[in-house]
């Protein structure tokens, strides 16, 4: 995008945010980016209602996570906050899950405290090493430039998201991923093979983290709930 256009754009968002929100102001700020960048093909008319169909059912989903986030969130900026919202529903799509689990994940790990650093050095909304970080970016071809990047909200949760599913891949059970996010792969894959219990607290925070979302949101969205026990082939 170019830059009067971004500044056109951001102009737009602050503007419609102070009247309806960060979700009309996300609505509005796809709806005019995607105005301004024309298609460079002429399709056939079917092909075009059927991707103006898609494309209008995944502006409502990530319309609505910005507004679940606005309802939630008084830490970010709004700009980060539409910005993250289309990442949250993007990435859980793409492997086929909730992305109020996502959301029960940011605020398990730091509340939306996008600057929040632990003593283990994890940094971000989604608490993420930096070597861990590294190494996921190298596995899964996104950038990486330095440390600090993981202080940016969307590429924090895009790369997040990315782990935590590697991880629900790997261990083939929901509940293991989460635990494994929270105490290292190794740790956990030495439990399992000593027949040792795993820890559990970790885990029901994010649960309880996440019923409690789905409680508050879960007639409004379109998603399936996740089922934290079953295990995955």
């Not at 935590?164 to 894959?189: D, H, M, P």
């Amino acid at each position: 995008m170019g830059s009067c256009v971004r500044e056109i754009v951001i102009g737009r968002f602050r503007t419609v945010r102070s009247i309806g929100g960060v979700g009309l102001a996300l609505a509005i700020i796809i709806g005019y980016t995607n105005i301004v960048t024309p298609s460079r093909h002429f399709l056939p008319q079917g092909e075009m209602l059927y991707r103006q169909k898609i494309a209008t059912a995944a502006l409502d989903e990530k319309s609505l996570m910005a507004q679940i986030i606005d309802r939630l969130d008084h830490q970010l900026s709004d700009i980060d906050r539409a910005q993250i919202a289309p990442v949250l529903v993007e990435e859980a799509r793409q492997y086929g899950s909730d992305p109020l689990f996502l959301v029960a994940m940011i605020i398990t790990e730091s509340s939306f405290g996008s600057a929040e650093v632990s003593q283990m050095g994890a940094r971000g909304l989604m608490q993420i090493k930096p070597s861990v970080a590294r190494a996921v970016a190298e596995r899964s071809g996104m950038r990486w430039i330095n440390d600090e990047e993981l202080f940016d909200p969307a590429y924090n949760v895009r790369l997040g998201s990315h782990y935590l599913f590697e991880l629900v891949a790997r261990f083939g059970s929901v509940k293991r991923a989460i635990i494994a996010y929270n105490c290292g792969e190794t740790a956990v894959n030495w439990r399992i093979e000593t027949g040792q219990r795993l820890p559990s607290e970790y885990f029901e925070r994010v649960k309880n983290n996440y019923y409690v979302l789905r409680e508050q949101f879960g007639p409004q969205v379109p998603w399936k709930p996740v089922q934290f026990d079953k295990t995955i082939q």
